[in-house]
C-alpha cells in the first residue's frame, strides 16, 4: 500500500540507498501554478544537514519534475518525479546486512518479505518521507487558491512544552529557530536539550502541533471517512508517529460535557463556536471552525552507541553505528506532518467538488 | 464512505430512527462455523440499558442475518444484517428537527447535504456502531481459530485512572462490573463518578485500553497502510473518539532512545523483545509481541440540562433535552473498540493470506 | 467484491434461496426526490413471470428501503434495501446439491469457496440482479434531473437481428412487447423463436443494444478509468454476457480509417460530429454525441432436458432439472443493462462533480 | 484514474513529449528473479519503428529500474521505472496547438481539464502503454513460476481474419513475422493490406486474440469482480479498443443452450470439459481451461492526409499531418495485450493467495 488518498493519489517508491526516490500525483485539478521555487523550499525544510541539530548528512534532494505540468500549469495528468540518491554511503551500511536492528523494521520487513535492502533501513528509511513533501507541495499550491494554510511547529521535545494554545503564538515565527518552535525561548531550550542528548549519542522524542485554517464546513465523509479519521491515518504513517490527537485529545477526557461542549453564535450572519474544543470537526465533517491536532514522535531509535542485538541466525551480535543520524525527528518532521495534512484536506475537498476546483 | 476495510469489508446502513441499521460484511472467508448466541452475546454489550450507568432506553437489537451463511457455516459470500428499530420514541426528537445541538453532527450535517435526518441524531448517532459489533463477531469468529484474541477495557473515567499496564490486571474480570474496568476497587470509584454526573445532569468522557494477543509477525503494509494507522482510523471512526495511541504513545516523547528501544532476545528459537515500548508493531509490520493502544473519548454532548444554541434560520433557541442518553460512553463503547479492532486484524491477515484462512 | 463503483456505489448482498437479497447504496446525492412506483415499476420489468416467454416463477419482488430516505428524498445517507424472499421451492433443488452443473458456477464456487449453496445457484443466481435493478433506479431518479435518459432493448434474438441502429427504431416501443424489441414485426419473430426453443427444452442467446442520451461533454477518467472501460466491466458483470462493444466496436475493424473519422462541425456555437462511429467517448471521455454499446448474452445453461454430468465426487451423474427456468434471458437482462449503466453514468458524474448534482 | 489493479497494481505517469513516461508498480511478490533482458525483449516488442509496417519513430525505449530490485530479485517494495523521451519532434506538432483532430482525445480532454499537452497527443497518447508493457513483464516474471503463459496474436486486419481457433495454429510461430499472426499465408496477405493502406495515407483496423494456459481453478471474484470482467476493462482500457467478448463471445448468441454447454468428463482425477465454448470461466471464477478472449481496435485516427476539422475557437481548419504514424496499430497492440492480461491474472491470483506466490 504505498499509496494514499481517494480522488488527489500519491504513489511513492524508492529506498533510502537504492537509484533514486519519488512517486506519482494522480488527481490534481488541471490549471495549478505551479511554483517550483516554493517546492524546493519545502525539500529544504525536510532536508538533512540543515542545521547543527539535524543528521550531517548532505544531500541536495532536487526534485525533477517528469510529466503532468505543461507551461507552467499543472493539466490534471499525474506528475511523476524522483529525486536521485546521490550522496550513498552503502558501505556504511554493510554490518547492517545480517542483524536485526532493535525498534526498526529490519526484523518485520525479513518476516514478512523473506528478503530486504539494508542500506540504511531501505524502504523502510525516512527517505521515503521525501516524496510526500513533493505531494504536499502541490497540495498547498491548490490549497492556496482557496485560501487554506496549514501550518505545523514543534510543541514538545522531551519534557519541554509549550503550555499554551496555537493562538497564543506568532506561527510566523517557526522557520526562525532549527527546531521549529514558534516560541524563541522555549525553542533554545529544545535546542540545548536536542545537542545534549546528541552529545551523549542518544536520542529524544517530542510533538508536533498543526493547525489547518480555512476549511470551509462541509467537507468529511461519514462514517468510517471521517476527516479526522483520515488525518489520523496520515499521520500516523510517517515514521515514528506513535500517537494522534485532535481537538481537546486526550486531555479532555477528564472534561464535563457541560464544559467540553462547543456553544454557537452568529456573526456576520456566519455561525461560529465560542469554544473550539471539538478541533474544527463535528461527526467527522469540518464544522468551519479551525482545525488543530498533535502527532506524538517516539525518540529515533538508532544511537550512537554500541548496542547488542541478533542476527538473522537469531545469535547474538553488537552493532557499532557509524553514519550520521538524526538524535531528534521533530524539526525535520514539521514539514512532512503539513505535507500529509495538505494532501488529506485536499483530497477530501475533491471528494466534495468533484476533481477541479 | 460507508464501508471499511480492503479484503474484509463491512458496509453500514440505517439511521437512529429509520426503519433499520445494519449492513453488509464482504471477504469474510468460507468456511468459518457461525455461533449466533456469541453474535448476540456481543450485541448485548453494546445495548443500551444494560445497567444503571448506560442509558435507559431498552432495546432488544435482534440481529437477522439475511445471506451468506449456510448449515451453519460462511459461504464465503456476503452476510447481508438488519436490526430493525422497534423503540422509536421519534417525538421525543420533534424539538431537536430544526435546531443545532452544540458539539453535535447537526450543523455539519446540515451543511453538507442541505437535509438531515432529525430524529436522534440520524446517520450520525451512535446507534449505527451496532452494525459494527456485528461485523467484529464475526472478525472474532474468523480470528479465534488462529488462536487470535482481542480485549478491550476501560482504563480512565475522568481523572480516575488505572496506573498499571494491562498486563497488570485480569482481563478476565473485565465484564464483571458495568464500566468494563478489570479492577473492582477502581471500577467501582467510576460507576461512582459516572452516577453523580448523570445527578447533575451532565457526562464524563475517558480512555480504553485494547490488547491484541497472538498475531504473528509480518502482519501489516508498509508505507501508507502500515497497521497501526489503520487501527487508528478505525478507532477515530469511532463516535465521540477524540484520539489515538499505541506503545508508549504521547507518554514516551520524553523518554531518551536508550530507554525505549526494544532490545531482542531469543527463547526456544523465536526472536522476542525484552520490553514492548512499540506496542508490537514495527514499520507498521506485526513483530509478534502483543499490540496494544488506547483510545480517548470525550464526554457525550448531550446534557440532561436546557442548552442555549441557534436553529437553522440561526435565531437563538433553548434545547430542552428529554430521551434518555448515556452519561459516559465508555461502558458501551468497549465492545465497539474491540470490533472494530477485530475487524481491522482479520483483513490485514487476509491481505497477506488472501481471501481465505 | 460485491461493491460495484467509486462515489455512488451498491453493494449487494443474497442468495437465491436465502433469507433475503438486497444492498446497500452509497454516495447517492442528497436531496434527489424518491419515486417509490418507478422503483416498483422498475423490478416489475426485471420480475419473473411477467410474460408466456419468461420463467413461470411467480415473485411479487417488494422492495422494502430501510434507510436514506427521509421525507420523500435521500438524505445523502446510505440505503440500505431489501427483498425477501418468499416463493422458495427450496426442495426442487435438492437433487443439485451434490453435483455440477455444466456452464454454471457450481464446480467453480465449490472450488473457491469449499463450500456452496447450491439451492437455485445460490449466490450465482441471476436473483442477485435484483439489487442492481435498485441502484439503477436511484440512478435514474438522480440522472432524470440533469436530463440524461437510457434505453436498452433486444436486438438479437438467435440469428434474429435488427439490421438497423438505434435512430431508426422508436425507442418509446419497446415496453410494448414481451421481448423489448422496438420492432414490431421483428418483436414477433423473436417470440416465436424464443417459444419454439423453449418447447424443445433448449435455450437461446442474444443482443442487448443500450443507448444513453444526455451525457455532457468531459465525463470520464483517462487512463485506466476510461468510460467505456467501467461500461464494459458493469456489462460483463452481469450473468450470461460475454461480449461487449461500443460504437462500431467489432465491426469497425475492417473499415479504413478515413471511413471510421467522426469529423467535427459546429451547430448552434456547439461542438458536434457528422458521424458517430466513435459511440460518444473519445480517449475514454464522453464528446456529447450519443453513447451506445451493444452486450452479446449466451442461452441460458439451464435446459429442460436430462443432462449428463459429473457429481462432486466426480461420479458420472444425469441431472434432471425441473424448477422454472428462462429459455431466453434476453428480455428481462433489458432493465438489468439499463440499471448497470445508469449507475455507471451517475458514479462517473460524480467523480466529476463531487458527491452532490 | 491512473491506477490499475486491486494488489498487483501499476500507476503510470508521462506524456508523449515530456520529460519520460513511466510509473510505479505495487504489490509484486518479493523474491521474483528479475531478468532484464526479457523486460527489454518485451518492450522492442511494442518499440516503434521495428518493421516495414509500424511507424518509422526509432525510439530505443530503454527502462530504468529506479527501485525496488535489490541484488537481482523483487523485495515486495514499488518498483519505480522510467523511460526518458530522447525522440522528441516536438515541432512536428506546433501544428496541433490549437485544433481538435477528429477521432482522437484532443477536444474531450480539452473540455476535461481546460488545458493540454498538445505535443504527439501528450497523455492520450499510446506511448503510455510502454509502461504497462514494464508492469506486463513483470507480471510474467511471477507468472512463469506458476507455470502460466500468456500469449496474444493478431488474428484479423480488415477483411482477412484467421478462420480457426487459437488451438489449430502454432503459437510459437508468432514473433515470426511483422504482423504476429501465427499463420504464415495469413500474415503475408495482412501484411499487404496493411502497406496498402499505408501508400493510401489510410488506416486499417482488426482483432487481437489472447489466450492463457494454466490458470488453477478458482480464481476470480463474484459478483462486480469477475474475472472476465476485470480482464475485459483491461482491455478496454487499451487505445483503440473498442470491443471484448471472450469464449464464443458474440457468435455464441445464436447457439442453442445445448449447443453451447461445455460438459464435463474427469482424466486422471482431473474435472475437464469437452468443450471450452465458456472460455475457461464460470460465474466469472477460472474452471482450469484455457481463458481465451478477443479484442477489437479501429484503425488508427491519424491520416496521412489533408484533413478538414475546427480549431479551439469553432473556426474551420484544414490539419496537414506530418510525423510518422501507424498505419494499422495491431503488431505493436499484441504485446500490450498480453501485458494487460498478465498483470490481471497476476492481481486475481494474489487476491485469492494474499501478497506473495
Request: proline share 3%; net charge neutral.
Amino acid at each position: 500500500m504505498n499509496t494514499f488518498g481517494n480522488i488527489y493519489r500519491i504513489t511513492t517508491f524508492g529506498e533510502s540507498h537504492g537509484v533514486a526516490v519519488g512517486g506519482v500525483i494522480d488527481g490534481i485539478p488541471a490549471g495549478i501554478s505551479v511554483d517550483e521555487e516554493f517546492l524546493q523550499r519545502e525539500m529544504a525544510r525536510r532536508r538533512p544537514g540543515q542545521s547543527s541539530i539535524t543528521t550531517s548528512r548532505n544531500e541536495a534532494d532536487h526534485v525533477e519534475i517528469l510529466s503532468g505540468v505543461f507551461e507552467g500549469k499543472t493539466t490534471g495528468t499525474p506528475i511523476g518525479f524522483e529525486v536521485r540518491n546521490n550522496n550513498q554511503h552503502s558501505n556504511d551500511y554493510e554490518n547492517m546486512r545480517d542483524l536485526f536492528r532493535p525498534s526498526h523494521a529490519d526484523y518485520t520487513y525479513t518476516e514478512k518479505y523473506g528478503i530486504r535492502d539494508h542500506r540504511g533501513g531501505g524502504r523502510s528509511s525516512a527517505r521515503e518521507t521525501l516524496s510526500r513533501v513533493v505531494g504536499g507541495a502541490f497540495a498547498k499550491m491548490a490549497l492556496r487558491q482557496l485560501g487554506i494554510s496549514i501550518t505545523a511547529y514543534t510543541s514538545q521535545v522531551g519534557d519541554i512544552r509549550l503550555e499554551g494554545s496555537y493562538s497564543d503564538y506568532d506561527l510566523g515565527n517557526i522557520e526562525n529557530n532549527a527546531v521549529r518552535c514558534p516560541d524563541d525561548e522555549t525553542a533554545e531550550r529544545m535546542e540545548a536539550l536536542i545537542k545534549e542528548v546528541k552529545m551523549a549519542g542518544d536520542t529524544i522524542g517530542g510533538v508536533i502541533t498543526c493547525v489547518i485554517k480555512g476549511v470551509q464546513v462541509g467537507i468529511g465523509e461519514p462514517v468510517f471517512g471521517k476527516l479526522h479519521a483520515a488525518l489520523g491515518a496520515a499521520m500516523l504513517s510517517i515514521n515514528a508517529c506513535k500517537g494522534f490527537e485532535y481537538g481537546m485529545g486526550f486531555e479532555g477526557v477528564s472534561r464535563r460535557g457541560s464544559e467540553m461542549n462547543d456553544y454557537f453564535y452568529v456573526k456576520d450572519g456566519m455561525v461560529k463556536t465560542v469554544s473550539n474544543n471539538s478541533g474544527g470537526i463535528q461527526g467527522g465533517i469540518s464544522n468551519g471552525e479551525d482545525i488543530y491536532f498533535r502527532c506524538a514522535f517516539k525518540p529515533v531509535a538508532t544511537l550512537l552507541q554500541d548496542i547488542k542485538t541478533i542476527d538473522k541466525d537469531l545469535a547474538p551480535t553488537v552493532l557499532k553505528t557509524r553514519g550520521r543520524h538524526d538524535p531528534c525527528v521533530l524539526p525535520r518532521a514539521v514539514p512532512i506532518v503539513e505535507a500529509m495534512a495538505a494532501m488529506t484536506i485536499l483530497d477530501y475537498i475533491l471528494m466534495r467538488k468533484g476533481n477541479k476546483l
